[in-house]
């Protein structure tokens, strides 16, 4: 289930939920996959820009380490 809402307004610019503000950016998609996570964040009470987010977060960032 989603997080409710924080009780203050939210405002331009400032952040609601995380420790930054959301910024546009642009993907390119097939349609079948714009149904798939239009359903799940309407599932979920969520925009598709929060359930991207939220994937986002989870991911795990590959460590580089040198071979020595």
Known sequence: ?????PKRKARRDEPLFYEE???QKGIWIT??????????????????SELVE??????????????L
């Open 21 to 23: 503000t959301k910024i």
């Open 31 to 48: 349609p079948s996959t714009w149904d798939k996570m239009k359903q799940m964040a309407e599932s979920e009470g969520i925009s598709i």
């Open 1 to 5: 289930m989603s997080n409710p809402r």
């Open 54 to 67: 939220r994937w986002g977060r989870h991911l795990k960032v590959p460590s580089h380490s040198s071979h």
